[in-house]
């Protein structure tokens, strides 16, 4: 269930800490990215085109319009072009932890900071960087990501890894990513992504009620919010573990306790209050690791924070993103502070109906909000 991430990809405007061969390949790979891009209007005009993937792209501008128009998300070029990559994922992401540790190998670049991963072009480097991470006794995970964000450095293009889900995932997409055009904070990416999913998901309960359709199943909803919870009890569980003096042996023997504890309780939800739906059985019965763990926090963490806030600011799109820049200009001990107090209060119903309790001084929230000088 890895989703798309901001590969470390950008930069090729990069220096720093990673080898020739590396910064060649995504200076390569963004390059031909580039050179595939064509106006999405000269595609739909295009006879000679699949009549599918034309119709396809003119319902994808109703929704790039919807997004800069209804969402306050950026007006650019961004998502009004096409380019046909001729495969399946723009990138692959590999991830690594220690065996016993959910903390990831970050890699720092000069604009677009510290990411938990390492993106390739081409799948096979990706393979070949996991295997040699697996020879140093590292837990690594690999995920195809459809699209990224270039952080508005590039008119990032509507790609064909995007397509194959349907009108409705592909804005869904387009959201998400220019999420990220909107607003980025350096080296945190659980807040970037967090907020980035809440754009996502807001964005589309939006669009599905401007086109007066009904709102998206809330059985696949919670489905989706129950298993992503038992990955979080779970690395909770795996994070506890890893902090106790254990000798190796009994470390790894109670780290694939956890594992399997993950699958029954799993397969027992499935069974029991999803009537045998398998929609999450091909992630649950691959090999598990820590690596495979990392992309649940980093996109779901602070999803019910950010949603609170928009609570907060009344469902207002502008209000809402001045806020989140406030908190994004926080120290990040502060921000994480604000998140959780926001996350509690969301959790507890208090937010909409009474201010937040202060703490002692200024509130976090309240000093995010602009009410406290800094």
């Not at 902090?243 to 027992?268: H, I, N």
């Not at 909409?352 to 000088?373: D, E, I, N």
């Amino acid at each position: 269930m890895v989703r798309r991430l901001f590969p470390a990809v950008l930069l090729v405007l990069l220096g720093g800490c990673s080898s020739v061969g590396y910064y060649r390949q995504l200076a390569d790979g963004q390059w031909q990215l580039l050179r595939a891009r064509e106006p999405v209007a000269a595609v739909i005009a295009d006879p000679s085109r699949p009549q599918v993937l034309r119709d396809h792209l003119a319902q994808s501008q109703k929704a790039r319009t919807f997004a800069s128009e209804h969402l306050h998300l950026p007006d650019n070029q961004s998502y009004r072009l096409y380019a046909d990559i001729h495969r399946p994922y723009v990138v692959w992401n590999v991830f690594a932890t220690q065996e016993f540790s959910l903390s990831p190998q970050n890699h720092c670049f000069p604009i677009a900071g510290c990411v938990a991963y390492r993106g390739y072009y081409n799948q096979g480097a990706a393979r070949g960087e996991a295997a040699l991470l697996r020879q140093q006794g590292l837990d690594v995970a690999i995920g195809g990501v459809e699209a990224y964000s270039t952080l508005g450095w590039f008119n990032d293009p509507i790609m064909s890894s995007m397509m194959s889900w349907g009108d409705e995932r592909l804005a869904t997409l387009i959201f998400h990513e220019l999420a990220h055009q909107r607003f980025y904070v350096k080296d945190d990416t659980e807040f970037n992504e967090s907020f980035a999913t809440f754009v996502e998901q807001e964005g589309t309960r939006q669009w599905r009620a401007a086109r007066g359709l009904a709102p998206l199943s809330q059985a696949a909803s919670q489905q989706r919010d129950q298993f992503i919870r038992l990955i979080l009890d779970t690395r909770t569980r795996l994070e506890t573990l890893y902090a106790q003096p254990l000798a190796a042996d009994a470390m790894r023997q109670a780290k694939a306790a956890e594992f399997e504890r993950l699958r029954s309780q799993y397969r027992q939800m499935r069974d029991s209050q999803w009537a045998g739906d398998k929609r999450y059985d091909a992630w649950i019965d691959q090999p598990l690791n820590n690596a495979r763990l990392l992309p649940f926090g980093l996109y779901d963490q602070w999803v019910p924070a950010f949603a609170g806030l928009f609570r907060q600011q009344g469902g207002d799109w502008v209000k809402f993103y001045a806020a989140v820049e406030r908190l994004g200009g926080l120290p990040v001990a502060q921000r994480k502070a604000a998140l959780r107090q926001l996350e509690g209060f969301a959790s507890a119903g208090l937010i909409g109906s009474k201010p937040p309790p202060t703490l002692a001084g200024c509130s976090q929230v309240k000093m995010w909000q602009g009410a406290c000088s800094r």
